[in-house]
């Protein structure tokens, strides 16, 4: 007689992540994006991610299924060869535009997270705060800012909002830390759940 599977235990949280499809030249980065992937599994969660085996998304998404989270990747057709969809996933989808990729992994997430990357990442970043600041969800909005990367561009989004452009209140919606120990606890946290257990000490 075939005995179906027991499903997996439901995840403590779902984190979205967005980050290259490329390593990037500084190995912090590629450090950094297992780190996040070895804490999700660690702590019970599930990693929402775009798809790819390739750069720092291959290496975020073995090392959180290494650590036993579940993996969901959302990742278009057009790119489904160019970066190596990863079949390893524990849902792999693959859907009709980037921009139904990106409404699936908003959907499927409790929280969001920006490692270092390229013009995609960033357009997913900038795509849900800016739907953050207009009510259209209060999930909270984390940039890890590995090595001072994202220092140019928060300094340029400081002088935006001098210039009159933006208020303080849409930067502060964005939390950023270069500490992994201390920004994803509290974007659990900000999220609703009740914080991670075996936590370093903040």
């Known amino acids: 007689m ?10 403590a949280f779902s984190l979205c992540v967005f980050c290259g499809s490329r390593s990037g030249e500084n190995p912090h980065f590629a450090q950094a994006a297992q ?6 599994g660690q702590h019970g969660g599930q990693l929402v991610y775009g798809g790819g085996n390739n750069g720092l998304m291959g290496l975020l998404a073995d090392a959180a299924l290494d650590a036993g989270a579940r993996v969901v990747g959302v990742i278009p057709q057009s790119l489904e060869i160019k970066e190596h969809a990863k079949r390893e996933c524990t849902e792999l989808h693959v859907v009709p535009s980037m921009h139904r990729r990106k409404q699936l992994m908003a959907e499927r997430a409790d929280a969001f997270l920006i490692l270092p990357g390229g013009i ?11 739907w953050r600041q207009l009510g259209y969800h209060d999930k909270p909005i984390g940039v890890l800012n ?13 002088q935006s909002a001098q210039a009159g452009f ?3 209140w849409q930067l502060d919606l964005i939390q950023i830390s270069s500490r992994i120990e201390a920004l994803l606890p509290a974007l659990v946290q900000n999220a609703g759940f009740a914080p991670p257990d075996r936590l370093e000490q903040i």
């Not at 995609?120 to 849900?128: I, K, S, Y």
């Not at 590995?146 to 400081?158: E, S, T």
Request: glycine content about 10%; overall charge negative; aromatic content about 16%.
């Open 166 to 168: 933006m208020d303080t």
């Open 35 to 40: 780190a996040v992937g070895q804490w999700i």
């Open 2 to 11: 075939y005995t179906s599977p027991a499903p997996l235990a439901a995840p």
């Open 146 to 158: 590995v090595d001072g990367f994202y220092d140019p561009l928060l300094a340029a989004l400081g």
């Open 120 to 130: 995609g990442t960033l357009e997913e970043w900038f795509e849900v705060w800016s």
